[in-house]
């Protein structure tokens, strides 16, 4: 996934501190790389950190002291180092994007064809995704023309932000798959993909860009230079799991969605645990929600560790990920042992860490464990946002149970959407399995229908893709 900030002062006042705690702020969504850019008295300047073993705040805190200027983005990214400074025909520009592009091939070949020269590798050998957003927008006459293109062209989602001499441009996914927001006070813009981030800054709300939208953010105010189109598919897990408690998104808090899962999970269920509990910490409004629901009793059976291992502390490797978010997770002895626990956590990918934890409850004296997801199993990869480190299909724990009960890889269309059925026989044995494999002693997934109606706007915005796949 990724993040970004931008400011812009109206009195062209140093933006250092604003940018540094705006962009930081964002740190929940990436663990690989962070970077400023600014541009003022002195041109542009940037820097980029590896943020692999540390929070963003430490790798940045000389630059937080060094760099300035009056206008500037920042990002943290799990994926390509960035923002990038681009010299162009358009001028100078530094750039940052949330993207995921499935035609890169595609894209390359056609810039190649128009001339362009190269680009440079990542160290994973793949092109910097921001790079060839770059190399798109620099295919047309002007900087206006040349982000319309590259939302067009682009198969999969991409929102960003271009910093240049004038001001900063932001763009927003053609589908709206990702936000960006507005804020405004007395002496400043800003932008951002949270909207919690700027608050403590100061900001207040000023928009929220539509889907597909352009604007420019100058010193002398903003403008909108592309109006929003009118479909809009928004990603759901931006509540169930990617957004921070005290983000919205549409006008949506993600504390309150979750709260409402909870309820929902609560009224179709029928056992009678002894406490409900969260996966820390995307699954604790979950199971809030659940206890105020049903008046079963909220506990923390097991607390994470934070101090040393924020969230930015997650290797890359899979294998070495779950080792750490088992580690991070501390029993609380006396609320286990001997205890019936219903967990919620906020879905099921893999499996690993789930069951991982579940065999840490009852090797911590738990009699029972109910798993409850907040939403409906994952059938399908994401098409349209870095949702996880998955190369294929069948790293999802549904898609191996399928394979095994189809005796197939590669089932029908037909066969899969009767696995997303939740009143489907098929549907039931896949569950079944799962929690066999996983060895729950009861699994039960929130349905698709009261997840959406949790969100609580027209489900035709929302995307589902990797729940029913439907686009």
């Known amino acids: 996934m990724g993040g970004f900030f931008g400011v812009v002062s109206t009195k062209k006042e140093d933006c250092m501190f604003d940018l540094f705690f705006g962009t930081d702020y964002h740190s929940h969504l990436g663990t690989r790389r962070g970077g400023l850019a600014v541009y003022g008295e002195n041109g542009f300047n940037r820097s980029i950190h590896n943020i692999e073993n540390s929070p963003f705040r430490t790798k940045f805190d000389k630059d937080f002291h060094e760099m300035q200027g009056y206008m500037g983005i920042g990002c943290v990214s799990d994926y390509e180092p960035q923002p990038l400074i681009v010299r162009s025909h358009h001028g100078t520009y530094a750039i940052t994007t949330v993207s995921l592009i499935r035609n890169t091939d595609e894209l390359v070949k056609k810039i190649f064809e128009n001339g362009y020269s190269h680009f440079l590798e990542m160290s994973g050998g793949d092109i910097n995704a921001t790079e060839l957003v770059a190399a798109l927008i620099n295919q047309k006459e002007n900087l206006i023309e040349g982000i319309k293109y590259a939302l067009d062209s682009i198969e999969g989602s991409l929102s960003l932000l271009l910093l240049t001499e004038k001001g900063i441009y932001a763009a927003r996914d053609k589908y709206g798959r990702t936000p960006v927001v507005v804020g405004r006070k007395d002496d400043a813009y800003c932008l951002a993909f949270e909207d919690f981030s700027y608050r403590n800054l100061g900001y207040n709300d000023l928009k929220q860009l539509g889907p597909g939208e352009i604007d420019v953010i100058t010193p002398e105010g903003i403008k909108i230079l592309m109006p929003a189109g009118d479909k809009m598919k928004i990603c759901t897990f931006l509540w169930v799991y990617y957004g921070y408690p005290s983000s919205s998104y549409e006008g949506i808090s993600v504390e309150r969605m979750r709260y409402n899962c909870g309820k929902a999970l609560a009224k179709r269920d029928t056992v009678k645990p002894d406490i409900v509990a969260g996966v820390p910490d995307s699954g604790t409004a979950h199971a809030v929600g659940y206890s105020n629901a049903s008046g079963i009793p909220f506990s923390r059976p097991f607390i994470k560790y934070t101090p040393t291992w924020p969230r930015s502390f997650m290797p890359t490797i899979q294998s070495k990920r779950d080792l750490i978010a088992k580690m991070k997770l501390l029993p609380v002895h006396d609320l286990i042992k001997g205890k019936k626990l219903l967990l919620i956590d906020d879905s099921i990918v893999r499996g690993t860490q789930l069951r991982e934890t579940t065999e840490f409850l009852y090797n911590n004296g738990a009699e029972e464990v109910h798993i409850r997801p907040a939403c409906p199993p994952l059938v399908y990869g994401?098409?349209?946002l870095n949702f996880s480190r998955s190369k294929s299909e069948m790293d999802l724990i549904t898609r191996r149970?399928?394979?095994?009960?189809?005796?197939?890889?590669?089932?029908?269309?037909?066969?899969?959407?009767?696995?997303?059925?939740?009143?489907?026989?098929?549907?039931?044995?896949?569950?079944?399995?799962?929690?066999?494999?996983?060895k729950f002693t009861t699994l039960q997934f929130n349905r698709l229908d009261d997840m959406l109606e949790a969100v609580g706007i027209p489900t035709d915005k929302l995307c589902t893709y990797c729940w029913n796949g439907e686009e």
Do not use: H
């Open 401 to 438: 149970v399928i394979a095994k009960l189809e005796g197939t890889e590669t089932p029908s269309d037909d066969v899969l959407k009767q696995y997303t059925d939740p009143d489907s026989e098929k549907y039931a044995q896949m569950v079944e399995e799962i929690r066999k494999q996983l």
């Open 382 to 384: 994401c098409k349209y």
